[in-house]
């Protein structure tokens, strides 16, 4: 499994960044997708996950009504839309595929073959 995260960056605290995670060598359509983040020297932290569907989504308390995942299942990408950024939001953030109902307890539960590689997220003050 390939997964690839993108579209981090520098951003200014409420601005916005959309994040991409494209899907290599594998059919994702028939499992979930999550988005995990990861701050220096802090454990995983489950932000957000979709069912294969890509008809239910799941979100933290620390991101619900600020982020939106999506998927499209032509391009095999998913997305996670931020918006209202804050200082700490700043971290490395992946993408991976995910069981729904552990993801915010155990992200990126199956494993790191299941993870892209991260895409920093940095919001300054």
């Known amino acids: 499994v390939q997964l690839q995260a993108s579209g981090g960056g520098l951003v200014q605290a409420g601005g916005s960044l959309r994040l991409s995670c494209a899907a290599s060598g594998f059919n994702v359509d028939h499992y979930a997708e999550g988005w995990f983040r990861q701050a220096p020297g802090k454990e995983r932290e489950g932000l957000s996950c979709i069912n294969a569907d890509g008809d239910t989504t799941y979100y933290a308390d620390s991101v619900k009504g600020r982020f939106t995942i999506s998927r499209d299942k032509v391009k095999n990408t998913v997305y996670l839309q931020m918006n209202s950024l804050e200082p700490e939001d700043t971290a490395v953030y992946y993408c991976?595929?995910?069981?729904?109902?552990?993801?915010?307890?155990?992200?990126?539960?199956?494993?790191?073959?299941?993870w892209g590689k991260g895409t920093l997220v940095t919001v300054s003050s």
């Open positions: 991976a595929i995910e069981r729904c109902d552990r993801f915010l307890r155990e992200p990126g539960s199956y494993g790191k073959d299941y």
